[in-house]
């Protein structure tokens, strides 16, 4: 069966901790989404690592890992990956897979994701300029180049039309600073080093790990609130960030989807712009942003802060099926004396817990609620009965709310920084 992970708000949940945890208990993970727009991190020995296209199982040195065929793929991002990788000590070529339909981000996209945002001025919908959204709209439109077709004797030829087409493009637009000469020479150089890693065709790659009785966990990538049928449009990404996401971005059945493991924050937080209901734009949010490090690891941009909003978590519960949810960050909130969560929204004077067509709307007020906080620091802590009892209440509220249970409380960024809460996760992979 196929595990899948991902995230229930606007991503930054934690997922490459979790991952990272669980990944002893899988023979594979799997990305299957997504591109250098994410950014996962671990910490590990005290070092910290941020995965942008690598599956969070690359530490695992007996974990597979593959690069599925619904990621968009940056070969410069990817080789400064795996220079980081290789620096650390760790051996993992030999590990490391890429499905051969992951299509590619050129230069060219790049440079067009940056006219494009500069052309929106105050419309802009907060791209992380990764060339995400560009290499989509080529895939939708039938025209990008994927992995497979760097084999290709005609590659080059492949590689300048669509180039040539792009840059048409973009002079419809207002220039912008970018060295297109000196990227596309890192990128091609960079396209050799692609080359020399073990490419599959991803979806018989998974079929077999499945016949053979292996465990994959499917890695997703940004949040449940960023999907781009089901988040808050305009302001998503480009690629089915939910469960449904699996079955076209690995090449699997739903039939085979296992668990679906849902992370949250203890609190809220979104990067650049769009609707966020429970914002606190104020020195709460500020003390929340520094307590929590709260920086992009893709972008460096500060992320907004807030609340934990539970009618947009029931809705991504709902969406991605989840059985078993994980809750991060929790020491964070260690010093607040107080804590607030939406449990519903005031629409025009109308109470709901569901998410509106149009969460844009001005008009869309949270419903509060407020719970004691903790005020104790939960180093010490290693199981949940040991928690402060206000720190269960509020756990057990959310999993009354949401009608899923917990099963992982993380209390810190260490790997070990773990409390098991549910049986459904085994504690013997630390």
């Known amino acids: 069966m196929i595990d899948v992970l991902l995230g229930l708000q606007w991503g930054d949940e934690g997922k490459g901790k979790i991952v990272d945890y669980l990944a002893n208990q899988y023979q594979v993970?799997?990305?299957?989404?997504?591109?250098?727009?994410?950014?996962?991190?671990?910490?590990?020995d005290g070092k910290k690592y941020v995965l942008h296209t690598i599956p969070s199982g690359i530490f695992r040195d007996n974990v597979l890992n593959l690069i599925g065929n619904g990621v968009v793929i940056d070969p410069i991002t990817l080789q400064k990956e795996l220079a980081m990788l290789?620096?650390?000590?760790?051996?993992?070529?030999?590990?490391?897979?890429?499905?051969?339909?992951a299509h590619l981000i050129?230069?060219?996209?790049?440079?067009?994701?940056?006219?494009?945002e500069a052309a929106k001025g105050k419309s802009k919908i907060g791209s992380t300029l990764r060339g995400i959204g560009p290499t989509y709209t080529d895939k939708i439109g039938r025209q990008g180049l994927r992995v497979g077709d760097i084999l290709a004797p005609d590659f080059k030829k492949r590689y300048d039309a669509?180039?040539?087409?792009?840059?048409?493009?973009?002079?419809?637009?207002?220039?912008?600073?970018?060295?297109?000469?000196?990227?596309?020479?890192?990128?091609?150089?960079?396209?050799?080093?692609?080359?020399?890693?073990?490419?599959v065709d991803g979806e018989y790659f998974i079929d077999d790990c499945l016949k053979k009785g292996q465990r994959i966990l499917a890695e997703g990538a940004?949040?449940?609130?960023?999907?781009?049928?089901?988040?808050?449009?305009?302001?998503?990404?480009?690629?089915?960030?939910?469960?449904?996401?699996?079955?076209?971005?690995?090449g699997v059945a739903p039939q085979r989807i296992g668990e679906v493991i849902g992370i949250t924050k203890a609190y809220c937080t979104r990067v650049g712009g769009g609707p966020f209901p429970t914002e606190l734009d104020n020195d709460l949010g500020e003390q929340i942003r520094q307590a929590g490090g709260?920086?992009?690891?893709?972008?460096g941009r500060p992320r907004r802060c807030g609340w934990i909003d539970l009618p947009q978590l029931k809705y991504t519960v709902m969406l991605n099926g989840v059985t078993q949810l994980v809750m991060t960050k929790v020491d964070i909130?260690?010093?607040?004396?107080?804590?607030?969560?939406?449990?519903?929204?005031?629409?025009?004077?109308?109470?709901?817990?569901?998410?509106?067509?149009?969460?844009?709307?001005?008009?869309?007020?949270?419903?509060?609620?407020?719970?004691?906080?903790?005020?104790?620091?939960?180093?010490?802590?290693?199981?949940?009965?040991?928690?402060?009892q206000a720190l269960k209440d509020y756990v057990q509220d959310m999993e009354n709310i949401l009608g899923v249970p917990f099963s992982i409380i993380s209390t810190g960024p260490?790997?070990?920084?773990?409390?098991?809460?549910?049986?459904?996760?085994?504690a013997d992979n630390q």
């Open 29 to 44: 993970v799997a990305r299957f989404q997504g591109g250098p727009n994410a950014g996962h991190t671990l910490i590990l």
């Open 86 to 101: 290789a620096e650390s000590g760790l051996t993992f070529k030999d590990r490391l897979f890429v499905a051969q339909k």
């Open 106 to 116: 050129l230069p060219t996209h790049r440079l067009l994701d940056a006219v494009q």
């Open 162 to 199: 669509l180039k040539w087409l792009h840059i048409q493009q973009a002079s419809q637009y207002p220039k912008v600073e970018f060295n297109l000469k000196e990227e596309e020479e890192k990128w091609l150089a960079s396209v050799e080093e692609l080359r020399q890693l073990n490419l």
């Open 222 to 250: 940004q949040g449940s609130m960023l999907d781009i049928d089901f988040g808050t449009y305009p302001f998503v990404t480009s690629s089915n960030t939910i469960t449904a996401g699996v079955c076209n971005g690995l």
């Open 294 to 299: 709260e920086f992009g690891a893709t972008t």
């Open 333 to 388: 909130l260690n010093d607040f004396e107080q804590l607030t969560a939406a449990t519903h929204y005031d629409c025009n004077g109308k109470i709901t817990d569901r998410v509106p067509f149009d969460i844009n709307q001005d008009n869309l007020k949270p419903v509060w609620k407020n719970y004691t906080g903790w005020s104790q620091d939960l180093d010490q802590v290693k199981e949940f009965d040991q928690f402060p």
């Open 414 to 426: 260490g790997r070990e920084q773990l409390v098991l809460c549910q049986k459904t996760v085994s």
